[in-house]
T-cell receptor
Framework: AQSVAQPEDQVNVAEGNPLTVKCTYSVSGNPYLFWYVQYPNRGLQFLLK??????LVKGSYGFEAEFNKSQTSFHLKKPSALVSDSALYFC?????????????FGAGTRLAVHP | GAGVSQSPRYKVTKRGQDVALRCDPI?????LYWYRQALGQGPEFLTYFNYEAQQDKSGLPNDRFSAERPEGSISTLTIQRTEQRDSAMYRC??????????????FGPGTRLTVL
């Protein structure tokens, strides 16, 4: 069965420093991986996805994610954090088992960027 | 353009009452999904529509939950005889294509359901 793990409940980083939000996955076959961000009182916003090709995927708001097949990881990164990046981040994998339509989400990681 | 909209944004109901949650997907999007998100957890899949056809309802927890999308656009998730354990954020998402593996799902703001 497909699964996603976000090992950190919260990540704290100072503004201007690089940030990493970790995600590991378990799938049978090729993974289709996604990152979403949830701001307070707003819906989940799509950031980026990995389907195939380059291991470094660039997305919205200066975020990027690195796909590492050998480590089964898809960590979210940003070179310089902003206070406005503070939010809840979810990693997700497409369920390739019963159907092509479900997303399986991790539990989320809260990112706190301090001035 | 307009994103996915959901109504109501907040719903408080008493145990035993029926509730109907509405989702209006992005115009032209073929696929529509419902998820439920408990506090402190990620969203969990409930059901999926391709146009008006409900093609996967494996995530619906029991027969008190049902969903429809009669004209292939707006969808309604109905919970009958609500229970306190049904309290959660209910999220709707839509995608352009017919549920392809690389297709991106775009989410609405969610409906926060509280059952007293």
């Amino acid at each position: 069965a497909q699964s996603v793990a976000q090992p950190e409940d919260q990540v704290n980083v100072a503004e201007g420093n690089p940030l990493t939000v970790k995600c590991t996955y378990s799938v049978s076959g090729n993974p289709y991986l996604f990152w979403y961000v949830q701001y307070p009182n707003r819906g989940l916003q799509f950031l980026l996805k990995y389907i195939t090709g380059d291991n470094l995927v660039k997305g919205s708001y200066g975020f990027e994610a690195e796909f590492n097949k050998s480590q089964t990881s898809f960590h979210l990164k940003k070179p310089s954090a902003l206070v406005s990046d503070s939010a809840l981040y979810f990693c997700a994998v497409r369920d390739m088992g019963g159907g092509y339509n479900k997303l399986i989400f991790g539990a989320g990681t809260r990112l706190a960027v301090h001035p | 353009g307009a994103g996915v909209s959901q109504s109501p944004r907040y719903k408080v109901t008493k145990r035993g009452q029926d509730v109907a949650l509405r989702c209006d997907p992005i115009s032209g999007h073929v696929s529509l999904y419902w998820y439920r998100q408990a506090l402190g957890q990620g969203p969990e899949f409930l059901t999926y529509f391709n146009y008006e056809a409900q093609q996967d309802k494996s995530g619906l927890p029991n027969d008190r939950f049902s969903a429809e999308r009669p004209e292939g656009s707006i969808s309604t998730l109905t919970i009958q005889r609500t229970e306190q354990r049904d309290s959660a954020m209910y999220r709707c998402a839509s995608s352009l294509f017919s549920g392809g593996a690389s297709d991106t799902q775009y989410f609405g703001p969610g409906t926060r359901l509280t059952v007293l």
